[in-house]
């Protein structure tokens, strides 16, 4: 198998991200519980680099979570993977996940992804 980061490092690295973003820790705190540099952070979490297992571990244990959390629970596909990763690597996309992840009233969700379907010309 090839060295190269694919669609699962990316699916883990953004689950890393959204863990950290709930958790309102930035990249450099995360580094600094993992010993390592906040670019390291940002590579693991956009899979251009492999996380290794202690690494996960590390991960795992510095964000209160259990490293089966970062799998998904059924494998993705890169389609899939694409697809969040640009709401789950800008600011702006994570923080549209987690406003909409607080909307209680379904039909405000509904809504809301209406206008956004709309705005996005979909």
Same mark, same amino acid.
């Given at each position: %198998?090839?060295?190269?980061? =694919?669609?699962?490092?990316?699916?883990?690295?953004?689950?890393?991200? !959204?863990?950290?973003?709930?958790?309102?820790?930035? #990249?450099?705190?995360?580094?600094?519980?993992?010993?390592?540099?906040?670019? #390291?952070? #940002?590579?693991?979490?956009?899979?251009?680099?492999?996380?290794s297992a202690s690494r996960l571990h590390q991960? !795992?244990?510095?964000?209160? =979570?259990?490293?089966?959390?970062?799998?998904?629970?059924?494998?993705?596909?890169?389609?899939?993977? +694409?697809?969040?990763?640009?709401?789950?690597?800008? !600011?702006e996309g994570r923080g549209l996940a987690e406003?909409?992840?607080?909307?209680? +009233?379904?039909?405000?969700?509904?809504?809301?992804?209406?206008?956004? #379907?709309? %705005? !996005?010309?979909?």
């Open positions: %198998m090839s060295r190269r980061s =694919c669609h699962i490092d990316q699916a883990v690295g953004l689950r890393i991200a !959204a863990r950290r973003s709930a958790l309102g820790l930035s #990249q450099t705190a995360l580094a600094r519980e993992l010993g390592i540099s906040f670019q #390291q952070v #940002q590579k693991y979490e956009t899979g251009a680099n492999r996380v991960a !795992a244990t510095a964000l209160g =979570c259990s490293v089966a959390d970062f799998f998904p629970a059924r494998p993705s596909s890169a389609a899939e993977v +694409d697809l969040v990763h640009p709401v789950l690597t800008s !600011a406003a909409f992840a607080r909307i209680a +009233d379904a039909g405000a969700r509904r809504a809301l992804t209406r206008v956004a #379907q709309a %705005m !996005a010309g979909a």
